[in-house]
């Protein structure tokens, strides 16, 4: 397999998941010659719609940019010595990803990283967090829920030096692993646990025993989760209130956390729309979305007013558009996640504000395609190897962003 795939590949690519969205579902009962009529004439306006919507200019440039950084991944990113880099890319690119000696992407993580410990005499397999420049797992249970998401059957055997593990091992290793108690600035940090665990609790069995014999009351500390989400949000509610059009970000509440907090919005959305809740968090679910677009708008605004003031430094160029692509990335990433939930349909405005969030991820990465950073990215991971990580890693989110947008989203 080639390092580097053609950025008409990937628009292609592009415009095939998007259009996936129009395809009408298959049916075997009897259609009635008005009931085909009606058929006909629903399948006819859904073909004008799309062929309207392709015409538009910004899905055009989202097929040739997202293209361009797709195949800029493909050539940097598919590291086999780098298991968190990986994990971004399997998320642009799905579960079957493959390296360039021929293995799969979720192979070579679990073979190169994947440890067993013992616990009260109970093997466990766990991944190692690693270190700033070797970056295994990070956050708990990250790798388990990357592939449990991107749909990697459990039945999935991996091999670690001729030790034959399951994916619904792995699990079973995060069951049996997770904690008791966890500090309360240490939830946001679980969001990767909570996200794994989502639906896949043996017949909604919320108590059981871990590893260590400690009572895990998993209910209690995902309630815990989403308070500690409320108050760190409580900032960014009042700004909201008071009319503010710019956020200052000063490491304040969901700030403080990795890519804005953005993973924790994530796994509590996804969890407040869990049907045993009944809709009983529907408010919260919705606070949660409505912030997503504030801080789109308040924190784009940010970095707008500074690109004024100190866009003509390379270095501040290079900077604040990074940060734009990082937080956009994750910031659409997270509406399209709801969206493809069915925990959000936009209204007009809201497609409004999707349009223009996207428009100004596009030009972030745009400038860094123009600057030199995706065509050769060795540079700055020599210099900042965090930068390198942000640059490459997470535009994984980006990716993934744009893949799970529809057409239907766009409002021209």
């Known amino acids: 397999m080639k390092s580097y795939l053609s950025s008409f590949a990937f628009a292609a690519w592009f415009g095939l998941s998007a259009s996936l969205v129009w395809a009408a579902p298959p049916t075997s009962r009897p259609v009635s010659r008005k009931s085909h009529d009606a058929q006909q004439e629903k399948a006819k306006r859904i073909a004008s719609e799309k062929a309207r919507r392709t015409k538009d200019p910004l899905v055009a440039r989202t097929k ?20 968190w880099m990986l994990a971004h890319m399997l998320l642009a ?18 073979r190169s990283s994947l440890q067993f410990h013992e616990v009260n005499g109970k093997k466990i397999p766990y991944f190692p967090k690693g270190t700033d420049t070797h970056r295994i797992e990070p ?18 055997v991996f091999d670690v030096n001729g030790t034959k593990v399951t994916l619904a091992e792995l699990f079973r290793g995060l069951v049996m692993s997770f904690p008791s108690q966890i500090p309360s600035r240490e939830l946001a940090e679980f969001a990767w646990a ?22 895990v009351q998993f209910l209690k500390l995902l309630w815990s989760a989403m308070q ?10 009042d700004l909201k209130a008071q009319g503010a059009e710019v956020i200052q970000k000063k490491r304040q509440g969901v700030h403080a956390y990795s890519c804005g907090g953005l993973h924790f919005v994530q796994a509590m959305i996804h969890w407040a729309g869990f049907s045993a809740f009944r ?23 940010l970095y707008q007013n500074m690109l004024r003031q100190y866009g003509k430094n390379k270095t501040y160029r290079f900077l604040l558009n990074l940060q734009q692509m990082k937080f956009l990335g994750h910031s659409l990433e ?16 809201e497609r409004l504000l999707v349009r223009e969030g996207l428009t100004q991820l596009l030009n972030a990465i745009e400038v860094l395609q123009q600057m030199g950073f995706y065509s050769n990215p060795e540079p700055i991971k020599q210099k900042v190897y965090q930068y390198y990580l942000d640059l490459i ?20």
């Open 64 to 83: 040739r940019i997202g293209g361009l950084l797709a195949a800029s991944l493909v050539k940097h990113g598919l590291d086999p010595d780098n298991p």
């Open 279 to 301: 809709g009983r968090l529907q408010p919260f679910l919705r606070q949660q979305i409505d912030l997503v677009f504030f801080r789109m708008k308040g924190e784009v605004a």
């Open 194 to 215: 909570f996200d794994a665990m989502y639906g896949r609790l043996p017949k909604n069995q919320w108590v059981w025993e871990n590893a260590k014999g400690e009572k």
């Open 139 to 156: 956050h708990p249970f990250m790798h388990i829920k990357t592939m449990l998401y991107l749909g990697v059957p459990m039945s999935h």
């Open 334 to 349: 997270t509406l399209m996640l709801s969206y493809r939930w069915g925990l959000w349909r936009p209204t007009k405005a």
């Open 93 to 110: 690119f799905g579960p079957n990803l493959r390296l360039a000696d021929g293995q799969l992407a979720i192979d070579r993580i679990v």
């Open 393 to 412: 890693g997470d535009a994984g989110h980006a990716v993934h962003a744009l893949r799970l947008m529809p057409y239907a989203m766009f409002e021209p």
């Open 228 to 237: 500690q989400l409320e108050a760190d949000t409580r900032f960014l509610r």
